[in-house]
């Protein structure tokens, strides 16, 4: 294996979390591990500088990337991610993650993913639009329906996709309403896209409660992250007779052993931006999030939440990966140790990305679903893959991440050798 030169040492990155995911399969993946340096080493990465005008005339300007991780099964997917913190070895690792993703869904992509350093709160409107449609001119010449199609991530949202699918647009000089997914629904977009990732998360989160015995019904559950994952799987896990006794985002954290009034806090957040403030739970602070009883855990936020320390002293059943690499390797032994089930991000968060190759379909022949035909097939897909997963970590004896590895790294392996090297 040769290490990339463009990677830091830091073990605790999200691209040392994926390295060490893929380690953890190679021995049950036989034959074609032969080819599994391809996984180590992204397809190509892309570097733009984005130069701003700011409306108050200054110019400031921002790091932007697109990934390909991996393109043997078909054309990159992933989103966009606009935050401060955003860097090309986080992105390189979402796009990754998007890889395998794709594969364990049996989605007919790639894995990709972009970014820009910036936050996104600190721009007027104006600004936001200006950033988007430079960054999308930027990284316009390998982007495309049939190449790689981005989509909202953290930071980014439907209207973002409509300047992004805009500009790329008249750059072509045709409207393409298939370069990019998650769009307003009148601009190509699809049914039950914005709440297809939270949907997901309760789906995927349902099947596998019913496996360990656990009811829906009065289970406690805390959720970490309050955006577009968070609170549509607090939703409809509210709906099901759950108690949501604790909400975290970067603002706050809410706690009330009687679950907290999900539509209201909801509402809220939609008024006020974040959760601080919010009168019907007590504000607790933000390590005692990690200390309460809860019987279902789900971080719905960003990277390398569940550390050591805190996979030792949660006490759940259950935890459903909302968000994309929430678990280090070494809390992941922890929580098998400790006998609590994970579902990783690669199945658990695939809602998203399946409802994007829906309206990616559908935005090809031109022909719109109603959002009944998306939610069945949606869940059906979830439920299958998971099912598949599950059935896979019983024969092999692992946990469900590695099995969903096992799934999707012979997917994309297979397809790796099938294609062979070029030249
Ligand atoms: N950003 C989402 C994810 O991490 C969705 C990607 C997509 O729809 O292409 O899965």
Redesign the pocket.
């Known amino acids: 294996m040769s290490a990339l030169s463009y990677v830091s040492a830091d073990n605790n990155s999200p691209w040392k979390t994926y390295l060490s995911q893929v380690e953890r399969v190679l021995p049950y993946l036989g034959e074609v591990s032969r080819w599994a340096d391809t996984l180590r080493h992204p397809k190509r990465a892309l570097i733009v500088d984005i130069p701003l005008e700011m409306d108050d005339g200054s110019v400031r300007h921002f790091e932007g990337y697109r990934v390909q991780h991996n393109l043997s099964r078909g054309p990159g ?3 966009v991610r606009y935050h401060p913190d955003v860097t090309l070895e986080e992105v390189m690792a979402l796009s990754a993650w ?1 890889t395998v ?1 794709c594969a364990a869904l049996n989605l007919p992509f790639g894995g990709a993913k972009g970014g820009i350093r910036v936050d996104p709160r600190e721009l007027s409107l104006k600004e936001l639009e200006r950033l988007t449609r430079r960054y999308t001119s930027e990284i316009g010449t390998i982007i495309g329906p049939q190449q790689d199609i981005p ?3 953290v930071g980014t949202n439907p209207q973002v996709m409509a300047w992004m699918m805009d500009t790329w647009s008249m750059n072509t000089g045709a409207t393409s309403t298939g370069v990019v ?2 769009k307003p629904v009148h601009l190509g977009g699809s049914l039950g896209r914005v709440k297809a990732t939270g949907r997901g998360v309760f789906v995927t989160g349902r099947v596998m409660a019913l496996r360990i015995g656990l009811p829906l019904e009065n289970c406690r559950i805390a959720i970490q992250g309050f955006g577009n994952v968070g609170s549509v799987a607090a939703g409809l896990f509210a709906e099901a007779g759950s108690l949501i006794t604790a909400v975290q985002d970067h603002s706050a954290t809410l706690y009330h052993p009687d679950g907290i009034d999900i539509p209201a806090l909801t509402e809220w957040q939609r008024q006020n931006g974040s959760i601080s403030g919010f009168k019907g739970a007590t504000a607790v602070n933000h390590d005692a999030f990690w200390g309460y009883d809860y019987d279902i855990l789900i971080p719905a936020a960003l990277e390398g939440q569940i550390t050591a320390e805190r996979a030792g002293k949660l006490r759940c059943r259950l935890v459903l990966e909302g968000a ?1 690499g929430p678990t280090l390797p070494v809390a992941d032994d922890i929580l098998r140790e400790r006998n609590i089930t994970v579902v990783p991000d690669v199945i658990c ?1 695939a809602g ?2 399946t409802v ?1 190759y829906f309206e990616w379909v559908q935005d090809f022949s031109s022909f719109f679903w109603s959002e009944d035909e998306i939610n069945i097939r949606l869940d059906h897909i979830m439920e299958q893959a998971l099912l598949a997963v599950w059935q896979k970590s019983q024969t092999l004896k692992v946990t469900l991440r590695t099995a969903a590895y096992a799934v999707a790294c012979e997917r994309i392996l297979i397809a790796r050798k099938e294609r062979g090297i070029y030249p």
């Open positions: 997917k992933g989103g998007m993703k989509a909202p991530d997914t998650g994309n968060n998203g990305v994007s």
